[in-house]
């Protein structure tokens, strides 16, 4: 029986960065099975007035995922704006999610994620906001992938 501390790391490891909740996979003969996991941001509100973006992951993505399903919770609103995950800063690079609302505070807006929303290990994540006065709680629903 192996005793595991809260970074899934046996006793006898003693280095070595937190794990990713759900990247330890289980596998069987028949293929394996990968358990959805989930990840909470809370994005603070800025200025306001002009776009920005939110950094989640910069070049330090623990772990090849696929995503499932992303939500915002808007806490501050900011009439007609949104927010939408990305792979690059800037509004660049691929969406992982189609735009989100954060017009309504209050409000819990879940997004279609895009089908190629794969990201690789030690990559980058973004939350793009169309205005930088919105504040909320992000949580992205993914599955650890190999």
Same mark, same amino acid.
């Given at each position: +029986? ?5 970074y899934?790391r046996? #006793?006898g #490891?003693d280095a070595?960065s937190? /794990?990713? @909740?759900g990247?330890?996979t $289980?596998?069987? &003969?028949s293929g394996g &099975?990968?358990?959805?996991?989930? +990840? ?7 200025a306001?007035? $002009?776009? =920005?973006?939110?950094? %989640? *992951?910069?070049s &330090?993505? @623990?772990?090849?995922m696929?995503?499932? =399903?992303?939500g ?5 609103a900011v $009439?007609m704006s949104?927010?939408? %995950?990305?792979d690059t800063s ?8 189609t &735009? +989100?609302?954060?017009? !309504?505070a209050?409000?819990?807006?879940r997004?279609t994620?895009? @089908?190629s929303?794969?990201?690789?290990a030690?990559s980058s +994540? *973004? ?6 006065? /919105?504040?909320g709680?992000l949580?992205? !629903?993914?599955?650890p !992938?190999v």
């Amino acid at each position: +029986m192996s005793n595991f501390d809260v970074y899934d790391r046996s #006793q006898g #490891q003693d280095a070595g960065s937190p /794990a990713l @909740p759900g990247s330890i996979t $289980s596998t069987s &003969a028949s293929g394996g &099975a990968f358990v959805p996991c989930s +990840m909470s941001f809370y994005i603070k509100a800025g200025a306001g007035g $002009s776009a =920005d973006d939110v950094t %989640l *992951f910069s070049s &330090a993505l @623990p772990a090849k995922m696929f995503v499932l =399903d992303i939500g915002f919770a808007c806490i501050t609103a900011v $009439s007609m704006s949104t927010v939408t %995950l990305r792979d690059t800063s800037g509004g660049g690079g691929n969406a992982l999610s189609t &735009a +989100m609302s954060s017009g !309504t505070a209050g409000n819990v807006v879940r997004t279609t994620v895009i @089908p190629s929303s794969a990201a690789a290990a030690a990559s980058s +994540m *973004f939350l793009r906001r169309s205005d930088n006065g /919105a504040a909320g709680i992000l949580t992205i !629903t993914y599955i650890p !992938t190999v």
